[in-house]
């Protein structure tokens, strides 16, 4: 791994309000720890309620995040935390896409393709570090 | 002889340190040798030379030992008197000792019980204190000592400054220098206390500016410097009792002690004003506020500037968003309003204040310097450009809010500043509104011009200045000011404008939509009325037309604008707060119009017909105008009065006219009533106002059988309760007096009837007109004191007993209520009732009812085919009615309650007859041939005697509880359900058929949802069983929904206690089948978010108990997680998340 942060000095945004929802359907993917820092990704701006998308009719769900540098490494990592939260969050109706920003990331496509196989998610999810590492950042007591 | 052994002994035992002693030993003797030399058995020399050689051995050890004992006896006869010389003796000895580092606790502890010795007593001379310091300064070094001893040397420091002071001076220098390395680099909260108050001490010592300390300021605030602001590093445990607040308040009188730290003090406050720390912020604004009031105005002057733009940043970055709504109460008795209202902040509190000390301090100055500040300046001139508030860009609205602050604290501060901000500005703001002096004199009748567009920043710092200008003079009563605030131009100003500032806020009004939540526009206007109208003092008030003007304003809006919710509801505010401020003054004119507009016009909307004013709003417009004040409110109540009973007058003619009254009656009992009973209002009114209804009740029409309006008479019952119980035990008896007299002359049946035996209810005549009445009589019954007296019981025991069975609910809550408030024989001294409360049950329970075989009701015409029971055998179903014993089940139960709620032994035979009711066979020795399953009782009856059960544990609003006196004994809920539990528990393991079963589970979930959780967790190992069971069974039925929550929270409340949990570990695979039941229960969100929760509580337990369930939860919750309802979604995406988690292979099940 990298020695030191790979982002050392992220700009911290605030927490948007929640509206009260009424829609039947929300996600809740607020308050994912950063891997990296002690904020949550709303707080980063890896994630905002905009790059969601729901379809409740068709069972759809897609999401596009935005790593804070380009060359950021944890961007597998919090795809895989998103898909974890939204896993175990989500009736098992829903089919979820994960995407990196167009223009984001180095390498976005390699990212994408990781992150939407199923076979592939499984597996890092079999690995007991990454598995800890994922936990970690989905935890609810970190605030 | 034998003295100085044992002495020896106490001695020993106190110096010996060793393993053998134990501290308390120690203690003890030293106790004892302490009480030897109070009561001069032993005289302090005596002990001196006993001592001996403990006090001057080479083991260093055993000396400090020594020395601590002679200290510490020293300290316990502090109340002894002492002659100079043994004072004198022991100073030489603990001064020097105090060189002897290895044996310095005893010293200090003598030389602190020295120097703290009263007057009267014996003290040491000064030349001894002098001396003592001398030594102390030589010899100590404080900073190498543990805490306490260095505490210790701080109390001494501190004490030598506060009683030896002149005795200090003259050490000259060595005293400062001493200090100052005494206290360097001290960092234990405790003795920083200390340290920071011998500062102060020392300040005050040499308070010249020429005098020693002036030379050294710079050397001690840089010793204090370090501190600023107080930070704790590690939490406070419980040991030191000091705390962050305490320890700064302590270095702010130490920084603010001498004028001369000013040059150090204020540029380093105003510095740490921009750190990012919170305290730090907080820290320097305090200090600030309280250095300047103490270094003086001069000294001040020159840093004024740069506070003001300190101030103004702190202000434009934490002021918030001004909330605009009426809401708030006036916070003090001049009803001090505070201009526009913000979310409260601590950094913009103080700010504020401390504007306001350097206003107070220099007003000239500061004044002048507000004026001319630049964004003053350009506020005012750029809000010109905006109409209406929300034009206005979000900049430069928090710089108008920040302004506005400014301005107000301005004008409050005092009349110099205010007269200054008003010439300054005032006049300018009054030009830009395009108005001019002339039209003052127009609008007599509160009509307003339609002027041009209003700007809507002017009328924003308006408020703020007037807002300001009317706290000042309100606030200042003395009539030394009288000419000062006449002369001053602020007032000549408000003069000569108020009428136009008037027709300002007023056009606003008229302008603005009506939309919610509250338009700034009608804030604005309203809440620029309001405070106009509030101008009112002993020294200066708004001339009268205008407050007149003001108040009609307002009116039409109550009267014409009823649609505009928002609007509408702002100016009945508004009235409200101008009419408690001008309560205040009782007899002043402005209170007299008050009253002529608003009140007497408000009371009578009441009877206007043709005013399209919606009813609901004219009561509640009715409701708090009269609780502005007393006066009023008697105003109000005699409006209301006369409304009701017109209006009940023609209740058989006219359906609306009930409507109105349920209304009325509604408000006086919820709003009115409580608060006359709160503001300590006299009682006529209300007993008054009963008296009526019940003169009203005499009239046979009120209640004649055509209204069927059930809502007037639960209205009315409710109404009659309520004032019975907010009176006082004299006036209950003229009110029980007047009904039992309209209840025995107005009634068609004869009350004497009831006295001959048995009582046979299908004898008398009781109309439903009757019934009415009996029911409105039992609402006085249930509301009375226990001293009030009832006439004639018996009769009326009697009475009740046959409504009752008539299903006339009140009547049974009447007679729970009086066996409730009865005196019991063994204290019939003071019984005043003529009835004990033995004789009372034994009139309930034993009288004979006599029914005709063959309609139960019906008036019978022979004495043949009758039989006679009493009440408990009506609800065993003896007499063959099916709906006579449920009528007598219910009744029953209150009858129950009120002994329960007593203490009382008869309900043991209560709930035996129903328990029976559920289960034959339980209650009597009858031989079982008797009692067989298949007397067994109809469903509907089992269901009202299990339901008996929650009237028995419910709190009731209706009767019985502390509002309508009832006796309520302590724990009796926990008494029941502890006596009742294991009887239920084996009836339940006993019975055999299925509907016994299930109606004794729901009386035991009646009980159990109802005791406090307690008394529950006590018994929870053999309740979790029944309870699932209870569970499960309450699902079927809608009806049962609130039953299932209750029951459902009480095995919540079991999960998350402590000693529940051992129960649950055992029973957790049943509990999680349950749950996991309840997961989709249709007809109360509440129960499957509990349910989920419950859940999660689950996953607390110990892993291997809960593992082998996991997947089973899993699964569950996963439909869970397409719940409709929001909340039950998102506690089931915690529970899927938790229990996900439990395993590392997280989403593999």
């Known amino acids: 791994m990298v020695s030191g942060l790979i982002n050392a000095n992220p700009i911290i945004y605030e927490k948007k309000e929640r509206r009260t929802r009424t829609a039947p359907t929300a996600i809740q993917d607020e308050d994912i720890k950063d891997p990296e820092h002690p904020y949550s990704l709303e707080e980063l701006k890896v994630i905002t309620e905009e790059a969601v998308e729901v379809d409740d009719q068709r069972n759809y769900v897609r999401i596009t995040f935005t790593p804070t540098v380009e060359h950021c490494s944890m961007a597998t990592i919090i795809g895989l935390c998103l898909r974890v939260k939204l896993m175990r969050s989500l009736p098992s109706r829903y089919k979820v896409d994960i995407r990196v920003a167009p223009g984001s990331h180095a390498t976005e496509a390699a990212v994408n393709k990781q992150l939407n196989d199923k076979e592939r998610v499984a597996a890092a999810l079999e690995n007991p570090n990454l598995l800890d590492m994922v936990d970690e950042c989905l935890a609810p007591s970190y605030y | 002889m034998a003295e100085t052994t044992e002495l020896t002994r106490h001695i020993e035992s106190y110096v010996d340190t060793s393993s053998s002693s134990s501290p308390s030993l120690q203690a003890a003797s030293l106790n004892a040798i302490a009480s030897l030399v109070k009561t001069d058995v032993l005289p302090l020399q005596a002990l001196v030379r006993e001592l001996g050689m403990y006090l001057t051995t080479t083991d260093n050890v055993i000396r400090a030992r020594g020395i601590l004992l002679l200290a510490e006896v020293v300290t316990r006869v502090e109340s002894k008197p002492l002659d100079s010389a043994t004072i004198h003796s022991l100073v030489g000895f603990f001064k020097d000792r105090l060189a002897d580092w290895r044996a310095v606790r005893g010293a200090l502890v003598g030389c602190l019980a020295l120097i703290r010795r009263k007057s009267v007593l014996g003290t040491v001379t000064s030349s001894d204190a002098t001396a003592i310091s001398q030594s102390f300064f030589q010899y100590m070094q404080v900073q190498s000592l543990g805490q306490y001893d260095r505490k210790l040397c701080f109390e001494l420091l501190d004490c030598l400054l506060e009683h030896y002071s002149d005795a200090l001076t003259t050490l000259g220098d060595g005293l400062i220098y001493g200090v100052c390395e005494a206290i360097d680099a001290e960092k234990d909260p405790e003795c920083l206390m200390l340290a920071f108050h011998i500062v102060q001490s020392l300040a005050q010592l040499y308070p010249d500016s020429s005098g020693l300390l002036a030379s050294f300021a710079k050397d001690i605030f840089d010793i204090l410097e370090p501190y600023f602001p107080i930070h704790f590093t590690h939490p406070t445990n419980g040991d030191t009792h000091v705390q962050r607040d305490d320890l700064s308040r302590s270095l702010m009188s130490a920084f603010s002690s001498t004028p001369l730290f000013e040059p150090f003090v204020i540029p380093l406050l105003l510095e740490k004003l921009s750190s990012s720390l919170h305290s730090a912020k907080i820290d320097s604004l305090k200090y600030l506020r309280v250095c300047s009031s103490k270094y003086g105005a001069e000294r001040i002057a020159k840093y004024a500037k740069s506070i003001w733009f300190s101030i103004k940043d702190t202000l434009s970055t934490y002021l918030g968003e001004p909330n605009f709504s009426l809401n708030m109460a006036p916070v003090d008795g001049i009803g001090g309003i505070g201009g526009i209202g913000f979310p409260e902040n601590e950094f913009v509190m103080e700010a504020l204040s401390l504007l306001q000390q350097l206003i107070v301090q220099n007003g000239s100055l500061l004044t002048s310097v507000i004026i001319d500040d630049e964004d003053v300046n350009i506020i005012f001139n750029t809000i010109s450009s905006y109409d209406i508030y929300d034009a206005i860009p979000v900049q430069e609205k928090k710089k108008l809010h920040a302004i506005g602050r400014i301005l107000y604290i301005a004008s409050k501060s005092t009349i110099t500043s205010c007269n200054a901000v008003f010439e300054g500005l005032f006049s300018r703001m009054i030009d830009n509104l395009g108005v001019s002096v002339s039209n003052t004199d127009s609008s007599p009748n509160g009509h307003i011009f339609p002027s041009q567009k209003v700007k809507f920043g002017y009328l924003y710092l308006c408020i703020e200045l007037l807002a300001g200008f009317r706290e000042l003079i309100v606030g200042s009563d ?93 100016a009945l505010k508004a009235l409200c707060h101008v009419g408690s401020f001008v309560q205040e003054f009782h007899k002043s004119e402005k209170a007299m119009s008050y009253g002529s507009l608003v009140v007497e016009k408000i009371v009578e909307l009441l009877f206007l017909d043709d005013i399209v004013v919606p009813f609901s709003l004219k009561v509640e417009a009715l409701s708090n105008i009269g609780m502005t004040g007393m006066k009023n409110m008697v105003t109000c109540l005699q409006g209301m009065r006369k409304a009701v009973f017109a209006n009940l007058s023609k209740v058989h003619t006219n359906l609306r006219s009930s409507e109105v009254t349920v209304g009325l009656l509604e408000c006086y009992s919820c709003k009115l009533l409580p608060w006359i009973y709160e503001n300590g209002g006299s009682e006529d009114f209300t007993v008054q106002f009963a008296m009526d209804i019940w003169s009203q009740a005499g009239n046979f029409t009120v209640f004649s059988t055509s209204f069927e309006e059930k809502g007037l008479l639960d209205a009315l019952i409710k109404t009659m309760k309520l004032s019975v119980g907010s009176c006082s035990v004299e006036s209950q008896n003229l009110i029980i007096q007047k009904a039992y007299s309209i209840l025995s002359s107005r009634t068609n049946f004869q009350l004497k009837e009831l006295e001959s035996l048995p009582l046979s209810p299908g004898k008398y005549n009781i109309s439903l007109t009757d019934e009415r009445i009996i029911s409105l009589f039992a609402s006085v019954v249930i509301a009375v004191w226990p001293k009030t007296l009832i006439p004639n019981m018996r009769v009326l025991v009697h009475l009740f007993i046959v409504t009752l069975v008539r299903g006339i609910v009140p009547v049974a809550q009447a007679l729970g209520s009086i066996l409730n408030k009865l005196v019991s024989t063994s204290n019939s001294a003071e019984n005043s009732c003529g009835i004990t409360l033995e004789e009372a ?186 309870l699932l069971d209870c569970l499960s069974m309450l699902t079927e039925d809608i009806q049962d929904k609130d039953l299932l929550y209750g029951l459902l929270l009480v095995l919540s409340g079991i999960l998350t206690e402590k000693n529940g949990q051992e129960a649950v570990v055992e029973n957790a695979h049943i509990i999680i089948n349950c749950l996991i039941k309840l997961l989709d229960y249709p007809y109360k969100t509440l129960v499957r978010e509990t349910a989920i929760q419950c859940l999660v509580a689950l996953s607390e337990l110990p892993h291997g108990r809960i593992y082998p369930m996991r997947t089973q939860v899993l699964r569950a919750i996963s439909k869970s997680l397409d719940d409709t309802k929001r909340v039950v979604r998102h506690e089931a995406v915690k529970c899927r998340q938790t229990w996900a988690s439990m395993s590392s292979r997280t989403l593999h099940f």
């Not at chain 2, 806020?505 to 206007?525: E, M, N, Q, T």
């Not at chain 2, 089940?889 to 009711?917: A, P, Q, V």
Request: proline share 4%; glycine share 4%; charged share 20%.
């Open chain 2, 841 to 1026: 049950l034994d009139a309930i329970f034993n009288t004979k009812i006599w029914f005709s075989s063959i309609d139960m009701l019906q008036r019978c015409n022979g004495t043949s085919n009758g039989k006679e029971i009493v009440l408990t055998d009506i609800c065993l179903g003896f007499a063959n009615d099916k709906l006579l014993q449920i009528n007598a089940i219910c009744g029953l139960s209150w009858i129950g309650k009120g002994l329960l709620l007593r203490g009382h032994e008869g309900i043991k035979d209560i709930t035996m007859t129903f328990i029976e009711c559920l289960i034959p066979g339980t209650k009597s020795a009858l031989p079982l041939v008797m009692k067989s399953e298949d007397q067994i009782q109809d469903p509907l009856v089992m269901k009202s005697a299990a339901d008996a059960f929650h009237v028995l544990m419910s709190d009731s609003e209706v009767c019985l509880n502390k509002k309508f006196h009832a006796t309520i004994r302590p724990l009796y809920k926990q008494r029941f359900f502890s006596s009742m539990m294991p009887i239920f528990l084996q009836l339940i393991a006993k019975a055999y058929s299925l509907s016994s079963r299930s109606f004794l589970y729901r009386a035991l979930a009646h009980v159990m949802s109802e005791t406090p959780m307690v008394a529950v967790l006590n018994d929870a190992k053999k309740l979790i069983p029944v």
């Open chain 2, 478 to 570: 003395e009539p030394a000011l009288q000419y000062v605030i006449d002369h001053g131009t602020s007032c000549t100003w408000l003069h000569s404008f108020s009428s136009s500032l008037f027709n300002d806020f007023g056009s606003v009004l008229a302008a603005s939509a009506d939309r919610c939540p509250l338009d700034p526009d009608i804030y604005i206007g309203v809440k620029g009325l309001q405070t106009l109208a509030m101008f009112h003092s002993e020294v200066f008030s708004l001339q009268k037309s205008i407050f007149d003007n003001i108040l009609k304003k307002f009116m039409s809006i109550i009267i014409e604008d009823f649609n505009k919710k928002v609007l509408w509801e702002a």
